[in-house]
């Protein structure tokens, strides 16, 4: 079975540090992997989306990237972070040939 | 672009009663349909979907939705509320004509109490 993991569960950072999450599916290959962003625990915003190994399309410019070294290997990154990246951060995995998307457990940013 | 309108941002609902989480969309050409739930510092889950068929489809837990192509609905439901569905649930829509890449815009989520 396909299981997703990300890590770390939790971070707190400082104004303008860098930022590496990181994220890992297991149990499939060539899946497509998403990085989703929610504030305030409410409404999901996607940031990135990857269909493959150094393939990454960005939905909102901000001071975040994207990398996918490895083709079930996903990580956020960004070299100074804002106050307002803080959130929680979801990765998510899907097929093209079929439908729905899968969520890892997320990481809960706070960045002060 | 496509659309999801969850107009509840939160359902309260004994325990032992129905349940109805509300949830329109707009998207061009046929959609595809989903509801996820998530519970408090985790990811979502995935409930359900609607690619084709049958309007009535059934999920996990005992979840249900129901597809309204004139109503441009899908509302989640379920006969007998559990103190434990109390959760964020989240509706998504994909237009069945996107890319490869398979995108879910979502709603903004309906908070579902259920009292004991």
């Known amino acids: 079975s396909q299981t997703i993991h990300q890590w770390p569960a939790t971070l707190v950072q400082p104004v303008g540090s860098p930022l590496s999450l990181e994220c890992t599916v297991e149990g499939t290959s060539n899946p497509n992997l998403y990085w989703y962003r929610q504030a305030a625990g409410r409404g999901l915003q996607l940031l990135f989306y990857s269909v493959g190994i150094g393939q990454i399309s960005s939905e909102v410019p901000q001071n975040l990237s994207a990398s996918r070294p490895q083709d079930r290997q996903f990580i956020l990154s960004s070299k100074k972070l804002l106050l307002s990246d803080s959130g929680f951060y979801l990765c998510a995995w899907g097929m093209t040939a079929s439908h729905e998307q899968y969520f890892g457990p997320g990481t809960r940013l706070t960045v002060t | 672009a496509q659309s999801v309108a969850q107009p509840e941002d939160q359902v309260n609902v004994a325990e032992g009663n129905p349940l109805t989480v509300k949830c329109t969309y707009s998207?061009?050409?046929?959609?595809?349909l989903f509801w996820y739930v998530q519970y408090p510092n985790r990811g979502l889950q995935f409930l359900l979907k609607y690619i084709t068929g049958d309007n009535l489809v059934k999920g996990s837990y005992g979840f249900e939705a129901e597809f309204n192509k004139s109503q441009t609905s899908f509302h989640l439901k379920k006969p007998s509320a559990l103190v434990s569905d109390s959760a964020l649930y989240f509706c998504?829509?994909?237009?069945?004509?996107?890319?490869?890449?398979?995108?879910?815009?979502f709603g903004s989520g309906t908070q579902l109490t259920v009292l004991p």
């Open positions: 998207v061009s050409g046929n959609p595809y």
């Open positions: 998504a829509v994909r237009p069945t004509s996107s890319g490869s890449a398979r995108q879910l815009t």
